[in-house]
């Protein structure tokens, strides 16, 4: 069963969504603030495959929540609910962990194609763990286990989310090569993504804070201008 955590502090709105959610197949949870999401998820040890947060909700914030639910789990798929005002907190809640985020008013359409998004990405790498392919992707000082989703350097382990891990893959399985935004949207976001290219920049910035040396100045995530992005071993 996919099992989904939905946040939201206004009833109209969190009605609505888990209406949709429960039409498209999905178990939901149901929280009215942060704290009660963080008790649910908790009383169910964890067994969540998404969790969809409001971010202006009392008692916990949506950013507060995600944070420690991407400290518990970094297989979670998590998803931020925002207002279009909320720009700053819409890259902040990509910065702490979140794979995505729908602002507000969305319509059901909208909703469940990024909600069935990262529920894809999450069961695709559950199976590629499951299946054990030993894959290994060894570039420089960095090696990207596929079976245990992981990432080293220099022995040293990365911590990464999924949408970290899939892009590190894409990067390092085209090393030298120039990827468009676009390419990186399509490849670990889907065809179907709603949303902009915005989303890639973010993932990248909070990638180079994790791998290089000097975040400002990087040596391995570097931008092509004009182009997008490229891996350099």
Known sequence: MKRILVAEDETAIREFVVINLKRSGYEVIEAENGREAIDKYNQCSGDVDIALLDIM??????????????????????????????????????????????????SPSELMARVDAVYR?????????????????????????????????????????????????????????????????????????????KVVDVNIRRLRMKIEDEASRPDHLTTVWGMGYKWVP
């Open 57 to 106: 909700m009392p008692e916990m914030d949506g950013l507060e929540v995600c944070k420690y639910l991407r400290q518990k789990s970094s297989t979670i798929g998590i998803i931020m609910l925002t207002a279009k005002s909320q720009e700053m907190d819409k890259v902040t809640g990509l910065l702490v962990g979140a794979d995505d985020y729908v602002i507000k008013p969305f």
């Open 121 to 197: 990405r999450v069961n695709v790498n559950r199976e590629i763990a499951d299946k054990g392919a030993g894959d290994v992707i060894t570039s420089g000082d960095f090696v990207l286990n596929l079976r245990n989703r992981t990432l080293h350097k220099n022995q040293q382990p990365i911590e990464l989310t999924q949408v970290e891990f899939q892009i590190m893959e894409y990067f390092m399985s085209n090393p030298e090569v120039s990827l468009s935004r676009e390419s990186i949207l399509k490849y670990v976001w889907g065809d179907s993504y709603f949303g902009d290219e």
